[in-house]
């Protein structure tokens, strides 16, 4: 069963930030929140990952809320390649050492 | 250039003839895996290995086999294939496979799959 929560999809304009909520209530302590996004097809690929602090790379900003029950991961300035599908996962399947739970993602569509 | 290589990349084949997927990795990671993306179900493990000659079932193993012999290639066997393993199949691999230390996977480009 999956154990997040995010919008089914979301737009975002050209330039601007894009900011993609995820819950997840039932995180434990040693768990972290990756995202990853899969544009049209195309393998998965790693965004940025993060336990307690909130997190920066060149990609995007990963902010947990204190309790860890949500994040957020932001696009700082969106861009029409970043029109994919994001997936908010806390999860470690039950069947599998390192299987990645994917679900259903956000569906984010940057228009210009 | 680190990556994940997946052969090929389309292919159409009949119901019953035995096919093979390749995967590779120029990482030296350990641990490495096959799932398969359906419309409406996401992605699903259909195996994964932790390190050579160590392989495991995921979520869907039936109608598959795989092998690691080297830690590079870990390539997906289909022995008799039917439509509904009709599928877009993407090959991941991490530097380990355990739970508690940070694993960033990496994907390959995937394969279309379709078996008439």
């Known amino acids: 069963d999956a154990k997040t929560t995010q919008p089914p999809s979301m737009d975002c304009a050209e330039g601007r930030a894009a900011n993609l909520p995820c819950n997840h209530s039932?995180?434990?302590?040693?768990?972290?929140v990756y995202w990853y996004r899969q544009i049209h097809s195309q393998g998965p690929q790693y965004i940025i990952h993060?336990?307690?602090n909130n997190e920066t790379n060149e990609m995007a900003s990963l902010i947990i809320t204190e309790d860890r029950k949500s994040s957020t991961l932001i696009l700082p300035h969106a861009t029409l390649r970043d029109t994919a599908v994001y997936y908010c996962?806390?999860?470690?399947?039950?069947?599998?050492?390192?299987?990645?739970?994917f679900g259903t993602g956000t569906r984010l569509t940057v228009i210009p | 250039e680190a990556q994940v290589t997946q052969n090929p990349r389309y292919l159409i084949t009949v119901t019953g003839k035995k096919l093979t997927v390749t995967c590779s990795q120029n990482?030296?990671?350990?641990?490495m895996s096959w799932y398969r993306q359906d419309p409406g179900l996401g992605l699903r493990q259909i195996y994964y290995?932790?390190?050579?000659?160590?392989?495991d079932k995921g979520d869907v193993p039936e109608g598959y086999k795989v092998s690691r012999k080297e830690k590079r290639n870990f390539p997906l066997i289909l022995e008799s294939p039917s439509p509904n393993q009709t599928s877009l199949y993407f090959c991941?691999?991490?530097?380990?496979?355990?739970?508690?230390?940070?694993?960033?996977?990496?994907f390959g480009p995937g394969t279309r799959l379709t078996v008439l």
């Open positions: 991941a691999s991490s530097l380990r496979g355990t739970l508690s230390s940070y694993n960033e996977q990496f």
């Open positions: 039932t995180i434990s302590g040693n768990e972290y």
């Open positions: 993060g336990l307690k």
């Open positions: 996962i806390v999860r470690w399947h039950q069947t599998g050492a390192n299987n990645l739970f």
């Open positions: 990482m030296n990671h350990e641990y």
């Open positions: 290995s932790m390190n050579v000659e160590v392989t």
